[in-house]
């Protein structure tokens, strides 16, 4: 199994930005790809980001231009960094490892963007 620990929520403006870190251990060398969710109170889990092993990356149309998904495989750790937030990316962001044999998440951390 991986263990995700998320880090770098907080409460922000409107236009202001914020890095999220989700630092992966355990059976590094299963998870094929790393991503990044949200959920807002009342609504399913979204997509946000995810990155494959071999460098790909898939963003929500919603998010593209403005967030920006990185790797440090020395590190084991993903960051998420978002620029010009608004109040509706307000959630709980959730950090996933996901491979053939696992399907992990993190704990979640809260970003507040305030208008």
């Known amino acids: 199994q991986v263990q995700l620990v998320e880090s770098g929520g907080g409460l922000v403006q409107s236009g202001g930005s914020l890095r999220l870190s989700c630092a992966a251990s355990g059976s590094i060398s299963s998870i094929k790809i790393m991503g990044w969710y949200r959920q807002a109170p009342g609504k399913q889990r979204e997509l946000v980001a995810q990155?494959?092993?071999?460098?790909?990356?898939h963003y929500a149309d919603s998010v593209k231009d403005r967030f920006t998904i990185s790797r440090d495989n020395a590190k084991n750790t993903v960051y998420l960094q978002m620029n010009s937030l608004k109040p509706e990316d307000t959630a709980a962001y959730y950090c996933?490892?996901?491979?053939?044999?696992?399907?992990?998440w993190g704990q979640g951390t809260q970003v507040t963007v305030s208008s």
């Open positions: 996933n490892a996901w491979g053939f044999t696992l399907n992990s």
């Open positions: 990155k494959t092993n071999d460098g790909s990356t």
